[in-house]
C-alpha cells in the first residue's frame, strides 16, 4: 500500500485544532462529573479531528505531501509573517516569495501542517485575538477590529457573532475571566 509510507503526523508538528482540544481539556476548571463530560467530550473531537485528517491525506493520493525540513520551516516562516502582520497581511504570491517557495506549496503544506487553508487560519487567528483584545476594555471595537486587520467594523461583528455565537458587546459585557475561557 502506497499511504503505508506517508507521514500522518509531521516531524515536530502538532494538528492546530488537536492541539486546541487538549489545551481545552487542561484548562477546563471545572471538577467533577462536569470535568469528566467536558475531557470525554473534547477527547472525542480529539480523535475526530486526527481521524478526518488522515482520511483527508488517504483520499489525497494525487496530492504531494510536504515532508521535506527545509519547505516545513519556510512554511512556519510564513505563518510567523502572517501573524505579525494582522493589519496589512501579504498576498499568497508575495508571502511564498517572501520564504522562497513557490505559491502552490505553500498553500498545500501550509493546509497539510496547520489544517485550513492560510486565509481561513489567518481570520480565525485574527478573532481569537479580536476576543483577547476585547476582554481588555482598553480599545473600542472598531479599534479592535482595525487593530486585527477589520477595516469594516460591521463586517467584524458579524464574523465574530458568526464564529462565537455573541455580538461583542455582550462578549466584553460578560467580563474577562468568563470570555477567556470562552476563546481558549
Excluded: C, W
Aim: hydrophobic fraction near 35%.
Amino acid at each position: 500500500d502506497p499511504h503505508e509510507e506517508q507521514e500522518f503526523l509531521f516531524q515536530d508538528l502538532y494538528h492546530l485544532p488537536a492541539l486546541d482540544t487538549i489545551h481545552s481539556i487542561v484548562d477546563h476548571d471545572q471538577t467533577g462529573l462536569l470535568h469528566s463530560a467536558h475531557a470525554s467530550a473534547m477527547i472525542y473531537e480529539n480523535m475526530f479531528l486526527q481521524l478526518n485528517e488522515y482520511k483527508r491525506l488517504l483520499r489525497a493520493n494525487t496530492a504531494r505531501l510536504v515532508k521535506d525540513s527545509t519547505k516545513i520551516t519556510q512554511i512556519k516562516g510564513a505563518e510567523k509573517i502572517l501573524l505579525s502582520n494582522l493589519q496589512d497581511p501579504p498576498t499568497i504570491p508575495l508571502l511564498a516569495k517572501m520564504v522562497g517557495i513557490n505559491q502552490q506549496t505553500l498553500k498545500t503544506g501550509f493546509r497539510q501542517l496547520y489544517g485550513k487553508t492560510i486565509n481561513k487560519y489567518l481570520n480565525e487567528y485574527r478573532l481569537q485575538q479580536a476576543g483577547l483584545l476585547i476582554t481588555t476594555g482598553d480599545l473600542s471595537i472598531a479599534e479592535v477590529a482595525n487593530v486585527v486587520g477589520y477595516s469594516n467594523g460591521g463586517y467584524f461583528s458579524r464574523k465574530f457573532k458568526q464564529k462565537y455565537g455573541i455580538t461583542t458587546s455582550k462578549f466584553r459585557a460578560e467580563g474577562t475571566g468568563k470570555a477567556q475561557n470562552f476563546i481558549s
